[in-house]
């Protein structure tokens, strides 16, 4: 059950109409009405630079935020996928199959638009760290996969990796600072080439410093479906985003209402849980102590141990339920 | 033995005759003939925005950067301490003791200035670390005393730090991403008060992304001058900036180069040693692998026994050199 939303002349008074100034009925109309089918759009003839989904992406932001709908939760509710032209030409008529299909959240949504980390220092890290990664999908058979950023990565570096996620056979695709977008784009470039691990855990989202909680939900999101379409036999488990900072600040709100979206977006998706244990390490007085986060963000050993051990119970839980492939791994 | 810069008015030609079109010789030579005694200086009335220090900087900076002399390095090769008002008011003439006296080094290299980390993202770790560094020296009795970046922040997380360095009587005040700049901030700011530590370890630099490797070198170099100003008696050594990155790149260059200056200067200041295991990390091939450092810049457990095996000799040596003082402090 998909949305495809084509890219067609002729049609943009019918999204013209949606102005942040006018009525935008006919948008929400148009969306909902096609919402179990196929939707068609126009290009935006009276702006050059507007394509039909870019005046389309807009309104829908404009509707969005007008707090009239909030399109896309909605089809992926009802079980749809949305997808669109990535881009037409001034003007152009398409017609036929679309030749470039992506989930319209990746336009809607700056947390969902799969990026490399650019290299401005110079030492080339990041790209040596994924095309590790590439490399260990090579060489590796994981039951488990860990994809994420500094928590995950630091992790790996602890006694807790050893005692805990080693012993199930892991992978750890974790590189420190990386958002969404960044994860997004590894995936997207060879990181779950030639593995098939039985569980994924991502934990990505707190370094999003530029988006607001919905996008970084919704990158977490686009990033959970990318590995259903690439591994649609795996689990996922999606840890919630920890408070951060010495004292209650707008940052912990926010991981916060991420982990809200993601509480009640992710059960729809099927095959994805989401372990939150956050709360753990707020104190009654509202602070973070150094004992847990050493720097008020990363966490110490003692820290990790409240993450780790219901994530491997979680994951043993997991690994219990598919025994007949367990067993024939093992062989 | 020191040099003052005096800003008087009047003398302002001598400077004006170093201007990059011009002849450098004379302010050089204005320099070199002074360098044991006191150099007068004049505001330069023609330019109100530049009073005569400012001008006088800015031509130093000038004849660096025509390669005819290195000031600063000389001076404090010479044994001189390069003092100077820190600002003169258009056309003033000053007289009697500076009433303002900073290191010359901070007004020319923007390593060495004092800056503390924005709280862009609103949570306030940095200045929470701080401040619980600035609490730990009222209840902390250090011997050794750690402060630096990432690499020595993280290193309290490993075994590493139970195994050598705890025992010695350490506090480690580092915070991940630091610069020169944000940890001289941190140490006139309330880190340094309140302790004796008979030793401290520096390792900062590799995050001075925006500095040259000379101005890199001065910035540590100011750190280990207010270190000297603060404890006088106490033993300083600095760790050489690590190389980075998988493969050869800009950066190693820039590092190795930070460590060609520290070789060559830090003997001059007195009481401090520098400790530079750098090459260990890089294989025949020109690689640095992950087994040593997971991301190419911070260090595994194995990574870290490289550096601690000889710091910990080292420190070792330096605390038995002074046995009454240890003697002391063990009753």
Not at 36 to 43: A, D
Not at 114 to 136: C, K, L, N, Y
Not at 185 to 211: A, C, F, S
Not at 257 to 268: C, K
């Amino acid at each position: 059950m998909s949305v495809c939303v084509w890219i067609h002349k002729g049609a943009f008074a019918l999204i013209n109409k949606a102005t942040p100034r006018g009525s935008l009925t006919d948008t929400t109309a148009c969306i909902t009405q096609h919402s179990q089918s196929t939707v068609s759009l126009f290009t935006a003839q009276r702006f050059p630079r507007h394509t039909g989904l870019y005046a389309f992406v807009t309104h829908l932001l404009l509707a969005r935020r007008a707090g009239i709908i909030s399109i896309i939760p909605r089809l992926l509710a009802d079980g749809g996928e949305f997808k669109s032209y990535s881009k037409a030409e001034r003007g152009e008529k398409l017609s036929g199959e679309p030749h470039s299909v992506r989930m319209c959240d990746e336009e809607l949504n700056p947390a969902a638009v799969a990026q490399p980390v650019e290299d401005v220092h110079g030492d080339g890290r990041w790209m040596s760290q994924h095309t590790r990664f590439v490399q260990e999908c090579k060489d590796g058979e994981p039951d488990v996969l860990f994809i994420g950023d500094s928590m995950l990565q630091l992790m790996e570096q602890y006694e807790v990796w050893k005692e805990f996620f080693s012993p199930l056979h892991a992978l750890n695709f974790s590189i420190a600072g990386d958002t969404t977008c960044n994860v997004l784009w590894r995936l997207q470039n060879g990181e779950l080439e030639n593995i098939r691990p039985k569980v994924v855990v991502l934990w990505v989202g707190t370094n999003n410093y530029e988006h607001t909680a919905e996008q970084v939900a919704g990158g977490i999101l686009a990033i959970a479906q990318l590995l259903t379409s690439h591994l649609p036999k795996a689990k996922k488990v999606v840890l919630g985003l920890l408070p951060r900072g010495e004292h209650p600040n707008p940052l912990r709100v926010k991981n916060a209402a991420v982990n809200g979206f993601l509480h009640s977006w992710l059960p729809r998706l099927g095959q994805t849980q989401l372990l939150d244990v956050g709360r753990e390490f707020v104190h009654s007085d509202g602070t973070i102590i150094p004992r847990h986060m050493f720097d008020f963000l990363h966490l110490t050993s003692t820290g990790y141990l409240t993450v780790a051990k219901p994530l491997s119970d979680l994951l043993l839980q997991i690994l219990d339920e598919t025994p007949e492939e367990r067993q024939a791994s093992l062989v």
